[in-house]
T-cell receptor
Framework: KAGVTQTPRYLIKTRGQQVTLSCSPISGHRSVSWYQQTPGQGLQFLFEYFSETQRNKGNFPGRFSGRQFSNSRSEMNVSTLELGDSALYLC??????????????FGNGTRLTVT | TQLLEQSPQFLSIQEGENLTVYCNSSSVFSSLQWYRQEPGEGPVLLVTVVTGGEVKKLKRLTFQFGDARKDSSLHITAAQPGDTGLYLCAGVLRYKLSFGAGTTVTVRA
């Protein structure tokens, strides 16, 4: 079974631009969560989707948005990029209905650098 | 501020030594998970503990959930270079999974 696939692996953008990151979950997994990982803050929860509906949202500004498609693939978008958005963005899928009571399977992340 | 505090932040030991990392909170969690993340990869789930006082063993790794379900520890016996990585704890609180900042473990050959 293929694991969680995130594209692209690396991305360099300049301040003010926008970016879209993609995540393909494990086949059959319908729950997808997104996390931001930085050295100082660890993993911070962005949002969770299940069957194309956002179920939960973390404490991030509205510049961060996401969506899930009918095939469970998910995208997240960050608009008006700031230097502080530089981070590793991780996507995780789970087989259960919620990310908190089913094991999470993480992708290898997208490393975003904002200059 | 982190809901889950992990200590120490960094740990460097020689192959064959033992180590313990800690995960503490003032909140009570319904369950707690431990992950290991290697450079360039995403975190991989090691174990989930659910019951207060629970002890789980995974080969040379021993995980303990505190009686009050507010803290947990991970003990590695006879560490090997392959144990090198970032160890993350994550707790379920009010239907959300919160992660600690992690402990970076380096095992020198």
């Amino acid at each position: 079974k293929a694991g969680v696939t995130q594209t692209p692996r690396y991305l360099i953008k300049t301040r003010g631009q926008q970016v879209t990151l993609s995540c393909s979950p494990i086949s059959g997994h319908r729950s997808v969560s997104w996390y931001q990982q930085t050295p100082g803050q660890g993993l911070q929860f962005l949002f969770e989707y299940f069957s194309e509906t956002q179920r939960n949202k973390g404490n991030f500004p509205g510049r961060f948005s996401g969506r899930q498609f009918s095939n469970s693939r998910s995208e997240m978008n960050v608009s008006t990029l700031e230097l502080g958005d530089s981070a590793l963005y991780l996507c995780a899928s789970s087989s259960g209905g919620n990310s908190y009571n089913s094991p999470l399977h993480f992708g290898n992340g997208t490393r975003l650098t904002v200059t | 501020t982190q809901l889950l505090e992990q200590s120490p932040q960094f740990l460097s030991i020689q192959e064959g030594e033992n180590l313990t990392v800690y995960c503490n909170s003032s909140s009570v969690f319904s369950s707690l998970q431990w992950y290991r993340q290697e450079p360039g990869e995403g975190p991989v789930l090691l174990v989930t503990v659910v019951t207060g006082g629970e002890v789980k063993k995974l080969k040379r790794l021993t995980f303990q959930f505190g009686d009050a379900r507010k803290d947990s520890s991970l003990h590695i016996t006879a560490a090997q270079p392959g144990d090198t990585g970032l160890y993350l704890c994550a707790g379920v609180l009010r239907y959300k999974l919160s992660f600690g900042a992690g402990t970076t473990v380096t095992v020198r050959a």
